[in-house]
C-alpha cells in the first residue's frame, strides 16, 4: 500500500485516528504503540525515512493505514509504503524530512 504523505489528500485520517482511540481507549495514538497492539516490534532509522517491523498480537485486526498511523503516531509524515501479511507480521516505511 502506498501512503499519502502530509500534503497529499488526508482524507478520513482524522476519523481512523478517533476511531483508532475510541477502539483501544486512549487519548493519544502514542499509547498504543508496541505493548498494547505490536509483538516483536522494531524501529530501523534510515536516511530522510524509518522502517517500522513488526506483528501484531493475536487477536489485534488492523489496516496498513493503522499501523502506519501508530508507528508514526499520528499522520503527518510524507508518504511512504507498508506490507501486511497474513500471519500478522508487517513492514511500515515512513517518509521524514
Known amino acids: 500500500m502506498i501512503l499519502s504523505g502530509v500534503f497529499d489528500n488526508q482524507n478520513g485520517y482524522a476519523e481512523v485516528e478517533k476511531d483508532l482511540k475510541e477502539r483501544f481507549s486512549v487519548e493519544y495514538l502514542s499509547e498504543l504503540g508496541q505493548l498494547k497492539v505490536f ?48 500471519d500478522g507480521r508487517f513492514e511500515v516505511k515512513i517518509w521524514t524530512d
Do not use: Q, R
Not at 522494531?42 to 506483528?55: L, N, S, T
Not at 489485534?60 to 508507528?71: D, F, G, N, P, R
Open 39 to 86: 509483538d516483536d516490534f522494531e524501529v530501523k532509522p534510515g536516511y530522510a525515512h524509518c522502517m517500522y517491523h513488526g506483528k501484531l498480537k493475536e487477536g489485534v485486526v488492523l489496516t496498513e493505514l493503522e499501523i502506519a498511523m501508530i508507528c508514526d503516531s499520528g499522520y503527518s509524515f510524507f508518504g511512504g509504503h507498508s506490507n501486511l501479511y497474513g
